[in-house]
T-cell receptor
Framework: ELKVEQNPLFLSMQEGKNYTIYCNYS?????LYWYRQDPGKSLESLFV?????AVKQEGRLMASLDTKARLSTLHITAAVHDLSATYFC?????????FGTGTSLTVIP | DTGVSQDPRHKITKRGQNVTFRCDPI?????LYWYRQTLGQGPEFLTY????????KSRLLSDRFSAERPKGSFSTLEIQRTEQGDSAMYLC?????????????FGQGTRLTVV
């Protein structure tokens, strides 16, 4: 079974700082997705990464994929309070999405 | 089409009762997924349809859980003889394979509370 691990599980950071969330997965896949979830809400799609070396950026968030290392990163630049949420990576195995454990991000003013 | 729609949004039921949830996917999407999410955890896969065919159901949590997608459009998830441990958010997602992109779009979920 495909395993997806994220770290850290919890992240508290000050506004204006940079940080990276890591997503490791256990078997070959070249389709990885990042989602954001606010408390009590559903999942909002952030990034679609479909090939080795893919890099996508939206505002203060940038995601990348290294399929050889089975690693994706979500980099946060100059964090703002509005980014506080839980972030999940998900790997498509072909017939289901395997989700990571999630990273709960709190941005402190 | 405004996205994946789930009904109801909230359901409170007594232990032992049956419940049924509905999911309407994005209209052109042929894949439909059901997930369960408990507090503080990532979504847990339950089952998956491609059109009307249920291609993966081994992850359904017990034989009390069943899902259908009779005409390849909307889907239902039924839980029979509910237990307190069934309390969770049930999420539906849909996707369509397009040039390798299987991005899944999620509905707002149905929050089930079993009392």
């Amino acid at each position: 079974e495909l395993k997806v691990e994220q770290n850290p599980l919890f992240l508290s950071m000050q506004e204006g700082k940079n940080y990276t969330i890591y997503c490791n997965y256990s078997t070959t896949s070249d389709r990885l997705y990042w989602y954001r979830q606010d408390p009590g809400k559903s999942l909002e799609s952030l990034f679609v990464l479909l090939s080795n070396g893919a890099v996508k950026q939206e505002g203060r968030l940038m995601a990348s994929l290294d399929t050889k290392a089975r690693l994706s990163t979500l980099h946060i630049t100059a964090a703002v309070h509005d980014l506080s949420a839980t972030y999940f990576c998900a790997v498509d195995s072909g017939n289901q999405f395997y989700f990571g454990t999630g990273t709960s991000l709190t941005v402190i003013p | 089409d405004t996205g994946v729609s789930q009904d109801p949004r909230h359901k409170i039921t007594k232990r032992g009762q049956n419940v049924t949830f509905r999911c309407d996917p994005i209209s052109e999407h042929n894949r439909l997924y059901w997930y369960r999410q408990t507090l503080g955890q990532g979504p847990e896969f339950l089952t998956y349809f491609q059109n009307e065919a249920q291609l993966e159901k081994s992850r359904l949590l017990s034989d009390r859980f069943s899902a259908e997608r009779p005409k390849g459009s909307f889907s239902t998830l039924e839980i029979q003889r509910t237990e307190q441990g069934d309390s969770a958010m049930y999420l539906c997602a849909s996707s369509s394979l397009n040039r390798g992109n299987t991005e899944a779009f999620f509905g707002q979920g149905t929050r089930l509370t079993v009392v």
